[in-house]
């Protein structure tokens, strides 16, 4: 299999090297255990089944494995998945590294940078501009290779990076619609709002919450790390720093999409509208490049468990 596992068909035969992203243990309703082999390359991610499994298979078959497997793709309910016929751990010998099978974002990290530099440039409030620059000086190399999530959006290397540098385009553009925004503050909020999960994610390869992450989450972190640094700037007393703690702290919309606090002031409105159409588009370009015209994607359980149409017409 050459084209990858994100562009695979039903019936397909596999016949390739992976990565095990995660496993879980499972038992069958006759009582004989398998595996549950989240695997991933550098196209995207699948399900596999290794039924009948053994006490050996649990201990080989660990997150960050590479493997070598021959296999099918079968469907189940609505998804992909990868029915497993033979596996191994991969060997020295075979040549292959963990680099080789990692998703990355679609744009340089060079541009991204300037990207990021550009908009702290555009920034004219010095409150605002001054704790951004600390942030991204304290963060840069993580942020640029952190991805923005677990699964679903941007969760991939760069992907935060990629995620805020395309909120950013969109900001632009909405600014240039509704002048009466405060771009600054609209632009400190962007770059920021998802730092935290430096913090709440353990990192690149097989990204998973870390026990911080899982306790507090993103959102209240970033909160007193906002403060923390204000105070380190010595920033007293500036409305900018409470307002720029509300954008974060409502970034999710609601409280059961994680918000303590719904938007209460115009920008944070939309900086919460603003990162669901970058989070929803990415989730929806991926999922539709890899299927043909005239065809459905998988049920994309994000999207409210919804499989989308790519229409045979092309564009313009």
């Known amino acids: 299999m050459n084209k990858g596992i994100g562009h695979v068909n039903v019936g397909d035969a596999i016949d390739s090297f992976m990565l095990i992203k995660d496993v879980t243990k499972g038992v069958t309703s006759n009582g004989k255990p398998f595996l549950t082999l989240i695997l991933r390359d550098s196209t995207g991610e699948i399900e596999a ?3 009948d499994s053994t006490k050996e298979d649990e201990a080989l078959f660990i997150p960050e494995q590479i493997i070598k497997l021959a296999g099918e793709i079968n469907q189940f309910r609505g998804k992909s998945q990868l029915k497993i016929f033979s596996v191994r ?42 704790i951004v620059r600390a942030f991204i000086k304290k963060y840069q190399e993580d942020l640029l290779n952190y991805p923005a999530a677990v699964k679903n959006h941007h969760e ?10 395309s909120m950013l385009q969109i900001a632009k ?45 993103h959102i209240p972190m970033m909160v007193e790390e906002i403060a923390l640094m204000a105070k380190e700037l010595q920033i007293e007393g500036e409305e900018e720093v409470l ?21 209460q ?24 490049d890899k299927v043909k015209p005239g065809e459905f994607t998988e049920r994309l359980f994000a999207m409210d ?12």
């Open 89 to 130: 751990p991969a060997q020295l010998t075979d040549g292959v590294h963990i680099s080789d099978f990692v998703e990355k974002a679609p744009v340089e990290k060079k541009v991204l940078t300037e990207k990021l530099t550009e908009a702290i440039f555009e920034m004219k409030n010095p409150t605002l501009q001054r």
């Open 265 to 288: 002031v115009r920008e944070a409105e939309l900086l919460h509208l603003i990162d669901l159409i970058d989070a929803k588009m990415n989730m929806l370009n991926r999922a539709l």
């Open 49 to 51: 089944k290794l039924w």
């Open 243 to 263: 307002i720029l703690q509300h954008l974060i702290l409502s970034h999710h919309g609601k409280a059961e999409w994680g918000s303590p606090k719904p938007p």
């Open 156 to 165: 991939y290397v760069s992907g935060l990076a990629h995620h805020v540098v």
């Open 305 to 316: 468990n919804r499989a989308f149409y790519k229409p045979l017409f092309e564009e313009g």
């Open 173 to 217: 553009e909405l600014h240039k619609l509704y002048p009466q925004l405060n771009k600054d503050l609209l632009y400190a909020g962007v770059i920021l709002h998802d730092i935290g999960k430096i913090r709440e994610l353990s990192g690149v390869v097989t990204t998973s919450y870390t026990v911080e992450g899982k306790l507090l989450g």
